[in-house]
């Protein structure tokens, strides 16, 4: 073209594909085409507005975050204690042992997982220190 512009199309006319996972391969290939022509990412956009991404006050946020965080963990542990105290007057003396003890009953992390050893530690580890 003489005027520099390219224009892309794509075709809607029928083809013939080896299986349906093939087809189904390329019309994902062609909409992602499609959608990556026609949409500007939004951080782009963001930026061409003048839009500041990110804290401008990181160096305030950061401690008050790790607060934040200390004072979660302290409160869950402070829950979770007196269960593994109670599983270990029944005899159970391995980390390992508890960590088990408190998946069986139904007892999940902090983040929703099951229970290890190390965190068992941990979280007796911050229970005397704290």
Do not use: C
Not at 28 to 42: G, Q, T
Not at 59 to 67: C, V
């Amino acid at each position: 073209m003489s005027n520099g512009i390219q224009v892309l199309t794509l075709s809607r006319r029928k083809q013939r594909f080896e299986s349906p996972r093939e087809r189904h391969r390329q019309i994902l290939h062609l909409k992602s085409l499609e959608f990556s022509l026609l949409k500007v990412p939004p951080t782009k956009s963001a930026k061409a507005r003048g839009v500041v991404l990110g804290s401008p006050k990181l160096e305030l946020a950061r401690p008050r975050a790790w607060q934040a965080n200390r004072e979660a963990a302290d409160r869950y542990a402070a829950n979770v204690l007196p269960i593994i105290r109670e599983i270990q007057s029944s005899g159970v003396k391995s980390l390992r042992a508890v960590a088990r003890a408190l998946t069986a009953r139904g007892i999940e992390t902090r983040r929703g997982g099951a229970w290890s050893p190390v965190q068992v530690g941990n979280l007796l580890r911050r229970a005397v220190s704290g």
